[in-house]
């Protein structure tokens, strides 16, 4: 951290001479405000800075365990940074990188997590390897939803899978058309676990060798099929969530 001139780097809220006092904070009571506080600077609504990629040697030391802070923060935080970076920045971190994988891959291992934490971390680990779209849209397998646009119909649509139930919908299923009547709601089946392929696939054995059934239950329905219920087209789900992730 002493190497880097801050006060020439930048962040959301401009110079970044304050991220060093932050980094310096954590370990005490004020972990979840400072966590908050770096969130807010170096990954203002999903956007990445300069100082962003400076913060990474410290957030990869934080993960191992050489830095004070919480190791799964730190994990989180590196993979939105990673997520999209371009040739270069993995050129030039390859080294932290290679390490935050390393570290996320013994976090998942870990039997029992929270539903939604393991998916944060799947994301993460994604990103570190650099594969595409999914590390970010794998969000919506928390969220219980996914909001996509109909091939062919092109209406807008809701792929549900939480506790209103399971189904396409069109409009929103809450308060919207896809709230007032069966008719503005189709199916939404999923796929057999054999028959999945590529990153489907991949994503449903982490969660079942992990212990995570519902995750892994979902993840059916993600690489399932969906019918629309304005024009009765049936579609793969998770080709139009790409569409709309890319």
């Not at 992990?210 to 059916?220: H, W």
Request: overall charge negative; hydrophobic content about 40%.
């Amino acid at each position: 951290m002493t190497t880097i001139d801050w006060h020439e780097l930048t962040h959301a809220y401009g110079s970044a001479a304050d991220i060093p006092g932050l980094f310096a904070r954590l370990g005490g009571p004020e972990d979840e405000q400072v966590w908050n506080e770096l969130w807010s600077a170096l990954c203002h609504q999903g956007s990445v800075y300069g100082a962003s990629w400076a913060a990474l040697p410290r957030l990869t030391d934080i993960a191992r365990g050489a830095a004070a802070g919480d190791p799964r923060q730190a994990v989180l935080m590196a993979g939105a940074i990673v997520g999209d970076a371009d040739e270069d920045h993995r050129e030039r971190y390859a080294l932290e990188i290679e390490a935050l994988r390393g570290v996320t891959r013994s976090m998942l291992d870990v039997r029992d997590r929270e539903r939604n934490e393991f998916v944060e971390l799947l994301q993460s680990l994604l990103a570190f390897e650099g594969v595409e779209v999914w590390w970010d849209a794998l969000e919506g397998v928390s969220g219980e939803e996914y909001e996509l646009d109909c091939p062919a119909c092109e209406d807008g649509l809701f792929a549900a899978f939480g506790s209103h139930g399971t189904f396409v919908s069109a409009g929103d299923y809450v308060t919207g058309p896809g709230a007032r009547g069966e008719q503005a709601r189709a199916e939404l089946t999923p796929a057999r676990p054999e028959q999945l392929d590529g990153i489907g696939a991949r994503l449903y054995r982490e969660a079942a060798e992990a212990g995570q059934s519902a995750v892994a239950a979902a993840l059916t329905l993600v690489f399932g099929q969906g019918r629309c219920p304005s024009c009765d087209a049936v579609f793969r789900v998770a080709d139009e969530v790409e569409k709309q992730w890319t």
